[in-house]
């Protein structure tokens, strides 16, 4: 079977940093995504990551570390527009689907 | 610009009415996906299909059919609407795998 968790909620003031994790089950594994989705619009992509490591662009990074399940979203330099929802997905092999988490809801306080 | 377009963004139907959600993108890709998105739940997949005519059941498909007559377009059918079919349905696309989805803005069902 497939599962995946990430926490629900996440608060963090402007200009902080906050730590998005996800961790996954999945008899097959082809690649970990993040997307954005700010309330009443489609998710957006933002990152993707096959290999182990840190995938950096701009403020917004992401880890993988397939041998122990597990990704984190890393949000720099918070602003007031990064208040949205961020959704750890990842694609098993030999297929072309999207398993989705449930989402993290970040809320960026002045 | 990739463009997915869904052709409702807000419908209200009754119990047991058909229901057609439509989808198209111009984007030439292979693949294409029904979700539907639920508060606490995130997104399930309903349908896919990866090639014209050609359909999959993703892991909720059960109330629901679909349609691919065209490589563009992917339509998602409720034959008889059901009040816990109520839900945010997105249409998304991609071309091979694995890669990322292009989402449309999404339709909101109410079935009352």
């Known amino acids: 079977g497939q599962n995946i968790d990430q926490p629900t909620e996440m608060t963090a003031t402007e200009g902080a940093i906050v730590q998005i994790n996800c961790t996954y089950q999945?008899?097959?594994?082809?690649?970990l995504f993040w997307y954005q989705q700010h309330a009443g619009e489609a998710p957006t992509f933002l990152s993707y990551?096959?290999?182990?490591g840190l995938e950096e662009k701009g403020r917004f990074s992401s880890f993988l570390s397939r041998s122990k399940g597990y990704s984190y979203l890393l949000l720099k330099e918070l602003q007031m527009k990064d208040s949205a929802s961020y959704l750890c997905a990842f694609s098993g092999s030999n297929d072309y689907k999207l398993s989705f988490g449930a989402g993290t809801t970040v809320t960026v306080r002045a | 610009d990739v463009k997915v377009t869904q052709s409702s963004r807000y419908l209200v139907k009754r119990t047991g009415e058909k229901v057609f959600l439509e989808c198209v993108q111009d984007?030439?890709?292979?693949?294409m996906f029904w979700y539907r998105q639920d508060p606490g739940l995130g997104l399930r997949l309903i349908y896919f299909s990866y090639d014209v005519k050609m359909k999959e059941k993703g892991d909720i498909p059960e109330g629901y059919s679909v349609s691919r007559e065209k490589k563009e377009r992917f339509s998602l059918i409720l034959e008889s609407a059901s009040t816990n079919q109520t839900s945010m349905y997105l249409c998304a696309s991609s071309t091979g795998a694995p890669t990322e989805l292009f989402f449309g803005e999404g339709s909101r069902l109410t079935v009352l």
């Open positions: 984007m030439d890709h292979e693949n």
């Open positions: 990551n096959v290999l182990d």
């Open positions: 999945t008899s097959g594994f082809n690649g």
